[in-house]
């Protein structure tokens, strides 16, 4: 099988280098390497969106009519390895990767005309409502309800684990709309404005909480929320469906171009440090290496598929159980790298040349915190437990 890039595709790589040059410059590229969790703020995540949006590459996977970047395959994954070269925050995936093709494929004509421009143009912040106190892997146990009262529905429920939706305007939730014998034919898929009277945000404080006040992840609340019908996306009782789709986009990333990055990230540092004479830690290295290198092939394979118009189906599952995976590894490596540095849980101390030496590498500075954000990338999006079921299932075939 050949894995070579084409001229074209080399053209485009240079291309892409070019303008991440331009548009990314070396400072913002040094803040970031300051600390393991390099958090920008919500102004600049929509500012670089927009930015990306502008030059038409926000939104590679969409189709081209409605303001997609028209990349193939391939050129999706040169996209995403030199955004992980320059260090490049990626695209939040809950408008751009995550809703907006499920309004593609299911939403009406006018719901297409209604959300997708704001999407594309990061116009809107949009979060996630799947997971429920009680229903995470076992997402079709969720009571979250919606009355139908005529041209709209009263919801009532609670939704938790929501990334990031304390600065959400939008949020999309699996509902349940009905009673039945066999769960998922009672849920229904529903957008819902965060600014309806009745929804209340609450914080969930984790162990990777800097003392810079970054907060990740809450828990929603809604209260006899009203939602117009017209916010419901597909038939009644067939949200389901929606989610199973949403989730091969959830799952369906490439993990290997921010994981070589990191690694060779790793491997300069520990060149630098006694460490790389370890024989145990450089054993480690090079195995997590080979293992990326494993999953790269796999990618590609799977681009190739997608390249002749087949979708990711439930080798998705593959890609997220293996990533996520290997997502923690790497965590773990870096953790081992900082020493004793890597145990305070504070992110801001300043760089270490201004103050003098006794204050740590700056590549310690937010490895803990980094560690413990890993933890969850094996949970979301169906546990990997889920995952291998999945796997044995619809890919094996047992």
């Given at each position: 099988?050949?894995?070579?890039?084409?001229?074209?595709?080399?053209?485009?790589?240079?291309?892409?280098?070019?303008?991440?040059?331009?548009?990314?410059?070396?400072?913002?590229?040094?803040?970031?390497?300051?600390?393991?969790?390099?958090?920008?703020?919500?102004?600049?995540?929509?500012?670089?969106?927009?930015?990306?949006?502008?030059?038409?590459?926000?939104?590679?996977?969409?189709?081209?009519?409605?303001?997609?970047?028209?990349?193939?395959?391939?050129?999706?994954?040169?996209?995403?390895?030199?955004?992980?070269?320059?260090?490049?925050?990626?695209?939040?995936?809950?408008?751009?990767?995550?809703?907006?093709?499920?309004?593609?494929?299911?939403?009406?004509?006018?719901?297409?005309?209604?959300?997708?421009?704001?999407?594309?143009?990061?116009?809107?912040?949009?979060c996630q409502g799947y997971s429920e106190p009680g229903s995470g892997s076992d997402l079709?146990?969720?009571?979250?309800?919606?009355?139908?009262?005529?041209?709209?529905?009263?919801?009532?429920?609670?939704?938790?684990?929501?990334?990031?939706?304390?600065?959400?305007?939008?949020?999309?939730?699996?509902?349940?709309?009905?009673?039945?014998?066999?769960?998922?034919?009672?849920?229904?898929?529903?957008?819902?404005?965060?600014?309806?009277?009745?929804?209340?945000?609450?914080?969930?404080?984790?162990?990777?909480?800097?003392?810079?006040?970054?907060?990740?992840?809450?828990?929603?609340?809604?209260?006899?929320?009203?939602?117009?019908?017209?916010?419901?996306?597909?038939?009644?009782?067939?949200?389901?469906?929606?989610?199973?789709?949403?989730?091969?986009?959830?799952?369906?990333?490439?993990?290997?171009?921010?994981?070589?990055?990191?690694?060779?990230?790793?491997?300069?540092?520990?060149?630098?440090?006694?460490?790389?004479?370890?024989?145990?830690?450089?054993?480690?290295?090079?195995?997590?290496?080979?293992?990326?290198?494993?999953?790269?092939?796999?990618?590609?394979?799977?681009?190739?598929?997608?390249?002749?118009?087949q979708n990711v189906g439930p080798e998705s599952s593959m890609l997220k159980t293996r990533?996520?995976?290997?997502?923690?590894?790497?965590?773990?490596?870096?953790?081992?790298?900082?020493?004793?540095?890597?145990?305070?849980?504070?992110?801001?101390?300043?760089?270490?040349?201004?103050?003098?030496?006794?204050?740590?590498?700056?590549?310690?500075?937010?490895?803990?915190?980094?560690?413990?954000?890993?933890?969850?990338?094996?949970?979301?999006?169906?546990?990997?437990?889920?995952?291998?079921?999945?796997?044995?299932?619809?890919?094996?075939?047992?």
């Open positions: 099988m050949d894995f070579s890039f084409s001229a074209e595709d080399r053209e485009f790589q240079r291309e892409v280098r070019a303008w991440l040059d331009e548009a990314w410059p070396e400072p913002a590229r040094e803040r970031r390497a300051r600390s393991a969790l390099a958090r920008i703020s919500k102004a600049e995540q929509m500012r670089w969106q927009q930015k990306l949006a502008e030059r038409g590459w926000a939104a590679p996977n969409w189709p081209v009519e409605h303001g997609g970047a028209g990349f193939t395959a391939t050129q999706n994954y040169i996209f995403d390895l030199e955004m992980a070269r320059a260090g490049a925050p990626r695209v939040l995936p809950f408008g751009i990767t995550m809703v907006a093709p499920v309004i593609m494929k299911f939403g009406t004509e006018e719901q297409k005309r209604r959300f997708l421009p704001d999407i594309l143009h990061s116009r809107v912040w949009w079709a146990s969720l009571r979250m309800k919606a009355e139908d009262k005529g041209d709209h529905y009263l919801v009532n429920g609670v939704k938790t684990w929501t990334t990031l939706a304390q600065h959400a305007d939008w949020i999309f939730c699996l509902v349940r709309t009905s009673t039945e014998e066999r769960r998922q034919l009672g849920i229904s898929f529903l957008l819902i404005d965060m600014q309806s009277p009745g929804v209340t945000v609450k914080p969930i404080i984790t162990l990777d909480q800097p003392v810079e006040g970054f907060q990740e992840i809450n828990t929603v609340y809604f209260e006899d929320v009203e939602v117009p019908k017209a916010n419901r996306i597909g038939e009644e009782g067939r949200g389901w469906t929606c989610a199973k789709y949403l989730l091969e986009f959830e799952r369906g990333n490439a993990y290997s171009p921010a994981l070589k990055q990191s690694l060779a990230g790793l491997e300069a540092l520990a060149a630098a440090a006694p460490l790389i004479e370890d024989e145990d830690f450089t054993a480690r290295l090079r195995d997590l290496e080979v293992q990326v290198l494993a999953m790269e092939f796999v990618e590609l394979r799977i681009l190739g598929a997608l390249s002749a118009g990533g996520t995976e290997l997502q923690q590894a790497v965590a773990e490596l870096a953790l081992e790298l900082c020493g004793y540095y890597g145990f305070p849980l504070d992110q801001s101390t300043p760089l270490s040349e201004d103050l003098g030496p006794g204050f740590g590498p700056t590549h310690a500075n937010g490895a803990a915190q980094y560690h413990f954000n890993t933890r969850k990338v094996s949970i979301y999006a169906g546990s990997n437990e889920i995952q291998r079921n999945i796997m044995a299932k619809l890919v094996l075939g047992l």
